[in-house]
């Protein structure tokens, strides 16, 4: 089983559509839990930072983590074009000097 | 807002040559990462550094490759004998303290002729 997967996409939705992502993970160990979005030829963004389980929301993104499941998800509200990009889901287990381990990456294209 | 930067953004090298790709964390980080892309494959980790020494690596950073943070704020990865495979998106990464996110660059593109 791979330590963390994630659905390539790619995915095309709408102008004003709400978003979801998904990722699933193996290991128990990971405490914390991110988002970043990554632009072509660009390096990897931090969009969201949870620890543990629950909910954060920071304007149009909402970020969910469910341990017992080992899920976590990414909600985008009215997506524009400009979230057109590959949204890569990661995970730390948070020691001093931690690792991230990121998924595959899904790609994503909001049409106008 | 401050950002990690590296340089150069593209670099070409012969087979079996010797490459030294750089960053700048940002600079009241202390924990720095060197992590690589494959084209088309997912952001490996390759080895993570604190306090003037390698904290972990992975099987990927053998003995062909070296970190070192020369100065109070370059962190550099090099590359002693190039080999094809090695071609791929090199990705340095910072962050401040435990508990905190890691924030990375644009990236060098490293080609492998």
């Known amino acids: 089983q791979k330590e963390v997967e994630q659905d390539p996409g790619p995915l095309s939705v709408p102008e004003g559509a709400i978003v979801s992502l998904n990722c699933t993970y193996s290991n128990s160990a990971f405490q914390y839990f991110m988002w970043y979005r990554q632009y072509s030829r660009k390096g990897p963004e931090l969009l969201m930072y949870t620890y543990s389980s629950g909910n954060k929301e920071d304007g149009r993104f909402t970020a969910q983590v469910d341990k017992s499941s080992k899920y976590i998800s990414l909600f985008i509200r009215d997506s524009q074009p400009s979230d057109s990009a590959t949204y890569l889901c990661a995970m730390s287990a948070g020691t001093s000097y931690d690792k991230v381990i990121f998924g595959p990456g899904t790609s994503l294209s909001v049409i106008p | 807002e401050p950002e990690v930067t590296q340089t150069p953004s593209h670099q070409v090298t012969q087979m079996g040559q010797e490459v030294i790709l750089r960053c700048v964390p940002i600079s009241n980080h202390l924990y720095f990462y060197w992590y690589r892309q494959i084209l088309g494959q997912k952001v490996e980790f390759l080895v993570s550094?604190?306090?003037?020494?390698?904290?972990?690596k992975s099987e990927i950073f053998d003995d062909q490759f070296s970190v070192e943070r020369p100065d109070g704020s370059n962190f550099t990865l090099k590359i002693r004998s190039t080999k094809l495979e090695d071609s791929a998106m090199y990705f340095c990464?910072?962050?401040?303290?435990?508990?905190?996110?890691?924030?990375f660059g644009d990236g060098t593109r490293l080609s492998i002729l």
């Open positions: 990464a910072s962050k401040q303290r435990q508990g905190q996110p890691q924030h």
């Open positions: 550094f604190y306090n003037n020494e390698i904290s972990e």
